[in-house]
């Protein structure tokens, strides 16, 4: 009996083991439709098949292409969290791996759903349809006898006629984003998105006009302006204005010139910055590469630099305060955690009320824009040469907000009064040599609200009362008020230090003031990445230290809390040490020990550093990584699971042993846990396939181990634009050298050590291939790599070579477009506490 149901489990075992095995066989050799960069006439798309990747930077977005050239994709491209899909331009450094990012879009303001069709009529009409029918967009050319639809290697979607004359294209028809040879003409506007996550019309805009040139502002009544700049073709009668993005320049802004492959775009951002990217193959990212308007206006410039009447100064914001009052005060910060969302008026202003309405004058604070704008063309109160008249002005007009008003300096024109309906930004103005004073309104408290509007004759007695029970009910009124607000302030902060103290103890808080002594000032900067900058720095005890400054909000509060919570608690020789970390109002900071000898990829990918780097070396460096990764998998408390394991992450002492770094994406899983459902993370080229499936285990780490060993005994990167292109994916070029059993082909070749040593780095590279089955389960564990290592165990002699090359990643994906559904059936992270 026992036997029978032995023998039934094990049957039962290998059918489910056969079926998943075919079944990842199948995802991995799927073949991608073609795709043309040319469509006919009479030719419809429907929105049915959602071809889908998610990444880090657009989780749950799915991408339907429609045309391709080169670096571009046309297609739908749909944001799965809310069902909503654009017929968009996306630009990507290969149009099958990569983060794809949207550049143009046909219908930011009324998304469409599945089922949407686009289609290009028998008379040469392009038109957006929802799946019931209904219009959405179109291009207009009907009977405009258009004969094609090109999209052309820039990324310009064309109608054309017989004479090849373009009809229509998407280069005239602006969304936010700005192409290389794309122009931005008289009378047309760059709008940016609502924000980040929301891709409607926002409220910041850049147009090229006649009497300005180039200008920048916020929507309000009338706009804001935040720059301005003449253009040189403005002043030549026979062209008019535009502005056009160069190879190198966009008219007299100059940007760094662009690699070889077009791969920049530029970007009006939700903030109203004008950014350039640039896909740069190094860090296998989108980087920013110019930040246009910045280098005039200034980081405070900008309007909602420090959200609504927030303060900027140096890049930290502040809410106004009245110098002589100490005790309450007129605003608050919106946002207790983000400073920069800008701050409120404890009492609204009303303008029933306006016998309440004082302006409270602000010191050495002028309003974001102040250096931009000479007040002769903005101000409408030009005769007003008086700050008291300025301010009578603004409180005898019930939707001023605020006024500015500068003083005339140094006899120089330009004193004036300026009143805004709406207040953005304030600036810090400190030891700068114009003389300007800045009033907001407020409104005073006041008890007497129902006053108005009661009958006359009532008044005298209700004057009478009022005057004693609103005193009380004033005094009442503040109190509530102040405890509310504050109260509840309070208690956030105070949660929020009691779980920082929580913290397992080993490393230690300091404050920002400590480190910018430690740091010299963050004057020695010793890299630059995603999330921050790392400054070097001296502890009191003559310790060299890292310091790590995170910059932004939301997503690094997350990663900082996951580094603090994941190493701060633990302590092995493979794992960089956390010393301690600062946390104090917007700061957020890490020290780190010093590693004299920076990351792994400075040695493996650079030739000169790779001749000196020897096997011995080599072999140290992996055994050490291994030696790190089997402690988070197996040795902790937790089962720690890194997730971004790259040669950018392990870092070398003076002495060259690797330290494994970077733990902002890491997940923490209690121990009897075995795996984990997380968002799709790391960085493409060292991510396991298994990430579609959503099916997260420590295996993924093992397989991007594989990835780095691959890299270090290869000297190269795994996917190298430089090499020719059947050589370019690494694991392709393992997998075909494997089957030809000329693995000796691929070492690196700059070293002589490593050649003469040929028999044991092969060995080594059937380690990493043992490391990169795409069938998870056939991985090693890290502490059975460390045993390979030290020579007790033998590599397995059965090596499946289908390894996952980026390419097929996406193909897959493609396939299984059902994947992300998985992640609605989340098993709770063991992370808990303040995200
Ligand atoms: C367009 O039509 C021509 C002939 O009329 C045909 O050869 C070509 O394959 C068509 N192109 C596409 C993308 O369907
Ligand atoms: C999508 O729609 C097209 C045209 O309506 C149809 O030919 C195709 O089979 C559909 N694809 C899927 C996956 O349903
Ligand atoms: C899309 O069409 C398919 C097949 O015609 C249908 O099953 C599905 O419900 C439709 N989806 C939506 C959102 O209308
Ligand atoms: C489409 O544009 C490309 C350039 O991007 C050009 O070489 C090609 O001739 C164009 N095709 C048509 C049909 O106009
Ligand atoms: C996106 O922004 C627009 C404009 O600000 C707003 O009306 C809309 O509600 C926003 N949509 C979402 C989903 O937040
Ligand atoms: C004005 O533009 C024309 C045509 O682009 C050019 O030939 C001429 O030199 C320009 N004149 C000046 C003063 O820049
Ligand atoms: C841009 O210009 C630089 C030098 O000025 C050149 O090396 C590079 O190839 C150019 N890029 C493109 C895309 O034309
Ligand atoms: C504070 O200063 C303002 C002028 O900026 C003045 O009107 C007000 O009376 C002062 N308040 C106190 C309590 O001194
Ligand atoms: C009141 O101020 C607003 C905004 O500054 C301005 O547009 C409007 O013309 C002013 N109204 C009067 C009556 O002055
Ligand atoms: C304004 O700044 C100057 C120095 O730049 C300082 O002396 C003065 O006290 C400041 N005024 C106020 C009110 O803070
Ligand atoms: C600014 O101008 C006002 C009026 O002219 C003058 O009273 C004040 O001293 C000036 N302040 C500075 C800092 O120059």
């Not at 109190?479 to 397992?504: D, M, S, T, W």
């Not at 430690?518 to 230290?545: A, H």
């Not at 790259?646 to 042993?657: G, H, S």
């Not at 499936?693 to 060993?709: A, C, H, P, Q, R």
């Amino acid at each position: 009996m026992g036997k029978v149901e032995n023998l039934c489990w094990a049957f039962l075992f290998l059918l489910i083991t056969t079926l998943l095995i075919d079944n990842s066989f199948q995802l991995i050799n799927a073949q991608s439709p073609e795709y043309y960069p040319v469509a006919n006439l009479s030719t419809s798309w429907t929105n049915n098949d959602s071809v889908g990747t998610s990444y880090d930077s657009y989780p749950s977005h799915n991408l339907q292409r429609i045309l391709v050239r080169s670096n571009f994709v046309c297609g739908f491209w749909c944001d799965n969290s809310r069902g909503a899909c654009l017929f968009a331009i996306l630009i990507s450094a290969d149009t099958y791996i990569a983060d794809h990012r949207l550049v143009w879009s046909a219908n930011r303001d009324s998304p469409v759903g599945q089922n949407a069709t686009l289609r290009f009529t028998q008379n040469g009409d392009l038109i957006l349809e929802n799946g019931d029918g209904s219009f959405v967009w179109s291009t207009n050319t009907g009977g405009k006898s258009v004969s094609g639809l090109n999209f052309t290697e820039e990324g310009n979607l064309v109608l054309y006629d017989k004479n090849n004359e373009f009809v229509w294209q998407s280069f005239d028809q602006h969304t936010d984003s700005l192409l290389p040879g794309q122009k931005l003409g008289l009378g047309s506007k760059l709008t940016a998105s609502a924000s980040e996550s929301n891709w409607s019309r926002g409220s910041f805009s850049l147009a090229v006009q006649y009497a300005d040139g180039l200008v920048a502002y916020i929507e309000s009544d009338p706009p804001q302006y935040y720059f301005k700049q003449y253009l040189e073709n403005y002043l030549n009668a026979t062209t008019t204005p535009y502005i056009q993005f160069e190879n190198g320049s966009l008219n007299s802004f100059s940007i760094p010139p662009a690699s070889a492959a077009q791969l920049q775009f530029m970007k009006l951002e939700s903030d109203g910055h004008l950014k350039v990217y640039e896909w740069k193959e190094s860090d296998y990212n989108w980087m920013v590469v110019a930040d246009l308007l910045t280098s005039y206006i200034g980081d405070c410039g900008y309007p909602l630099a420090c959200g609504k009447y927030g303060i900027c100064s140096d890049g930290q914001c502040f809410c106004p305060k009245e110098a002589n009052r100490t005790a309450t005060s007129f605003f608050r910060q919106t946002n207790d955690r983000k400073p920069n969302q800008g701050c409120t008026p404890v009492i609204a202003i009303s303008c029933d009320h306006s016998q309440y309405h004082s302006l409270m004058e602000l010191h050495n604070t002028s309003y974001f824009n102040y250096g931009q704008l000479t007040y002769d063309e903005n101000s409408n109160l030009d005769d007003l040469t008086d700050l008291e008249d300025c301010k009578k002005a603004c409180l005898n007009n019930c939707s001023c907000r605020a006024g500015q008003f500068m003083h005339s300096w140094n006899n120089l024109k330009g004193r004036g009064c300026l009143l805004v309906s709406e207040v953005f930004s304030l600036v810090n103005t400190e030891g700068d040599l114009m003389n300007v004073s800045v009033f907001l309104k407020v409104q005073n408290p006041a008890a007497a609200t129902t006053l108005a509007s009661l009958p006359k004759k009532s008044r005298r007695v209700t004057i009478i009362l009022g005057s004693s029970l609103g005193a009380f009910f004033g005094v009442f009124l503040m109190a509530a008020i102040y405890f509310f607000i504050y109260g509840r302030e309070k208690e956030a902060k105070e949660l929020y230090e009691i779980y920082l103290n929580q913290v397992p103890v080993m490393a230690s808080r300091f404050s920002y003031e400590d480190l910018t002594t430690m740091t010299n000032d963050f004057s020695t900067k010793l890299g630059e990445g995603g999330f921050g900058s790392v400054f070097e720095g001296t502890l009191r005890n003559g310790t060299q230290i890292a310091v790590k400054r995170l910059h932004g909000l939301g997503q690094v509060e997350k990663s900082c809390l996951s580094e603090v919570e994941t190493i701060g608690g633990i302590h092995h020789v493979n794992l960089v040490r956390l010393i301690g970390f600062c946390m104090e109002r917007t700061f957020r900071l890490l020290v780190y020990e010093y590693m004299s000898n920076g990351s792994l990829d400075k040695w493996i990918f650079n030739k000169n550093k790779r001749v000196t780097l020897g096997w011995q070396s080599r072999k140290k460096i992996i055994l050490d990584i291994a030696k790190g990764l089997a402690y988070l998998h197996e040795e902790c408390s937790h089962k720690i699971f890194h997730l971004d394991i790259k040669p950018q992450n392990i870092l070398l002492d003076d002495n060259l042993n690797a330290r494994i770094s970077d733990f902002g994406l890491s997940k923490l899983i209690d121990k009897d846990q075995s795996q984990v459902i997380t968002a799709l993370r790391g960085t493409p080229g060292y991510l396991a396939p298994e990430w579609l499936t959503l099916n997260i285990t420590e295996k993924v780490d093992v397989y991007s181990f594989g990835v780095v060993v691959l890299e270090i005994l290869c000297g190269r990167k795994n996917l190298d634009r430089s090499q020719p292109e059947e050589e370019m994916h690494l694991l392709s070029l393992l997998k075909r050298k494997a089957e030809e059993g000329q693995l000796e082909d691929i070492i690196d070749e700059d070293n002589d050590e490593m050649r003469l040593q040929e028999a044991e780095v092969i060995k080594m590279m059937r380690v990493a291939m043992w490391c990169l089955q795409s069938d998870f389960p056939r991985r090693p564990s890290m502490s059975v790599v460390v045993k390979v290592l030290e020579g007790l165990v033998d590599v397995e002699t059965d090596l499946d070579y289908s390894f996952t090359t980026p390419r097929r990643i996406a193909d897959a994906a493609h396939k299984k477009d059902g994947a992300l559904g998985v992640a609605t059936q989340l098993l709770p992270s063991a992370l808990s506490g303040p995200r």
